[in-house]
């Protein structure tokens, strides 16, 4: 079974920055879309930000210009740099693959928590 290990989160104080990590196996993470998506208690999981194998961002509305995702290649491996941190930030936060373009297949890790304490 694939696995995406995440790391990093936890616990700040609005305003502050945190950032999250994801490792990929390799077959996979060097053809894969990567992308972060978060869910709030009651709510639905939603996109933060995507990025293509060819290194092609988009960002929701909501954390434009404060969040930051890139890709490590050489290690296989997502960042995500969340900065301007917000209460309504706090989620669990999980990445996502997508391998393919006409025959996909999605993969999951199993969600990083985040706290933004205000």
């Known amino acids: 079974q694939v696995q995406l290990v995440e790391s990093g989160g936890g616990l700040v104080q609005a305003g502050g920055s945190l950032s999250v990590s994801c490792t990929a196996p390799g077959s996979i993470f060097r053809l894969s879309t990567m992308a972060w998506y978060r869910q709030a208690p009651g709510k639905q999981r939603e996109l933060v930000a995507r990025i293509t194998a060819g290194g092609d961002t988009n960002y929701a509305d909501s954390v434009k210009d404060r969040f930051t995702i890139s890709r490590d290649n050489a290690k296989n491996t997502v960042h995500l740099q969340m900065n301007s941190l917000k209460p309504e930030d706090t989620a669990v936060y999980y990445c996502?693959?997508?391998?393919?373009?006409?025959?996909?297949?999605?993969?999951w890790g199993q969600g990083t928590p985040v706290t933004v304490s205000s």
């Open positions: 996502y693959a997508r391998l393919g373009l006409l025959s996909v297949t999605d993969y």
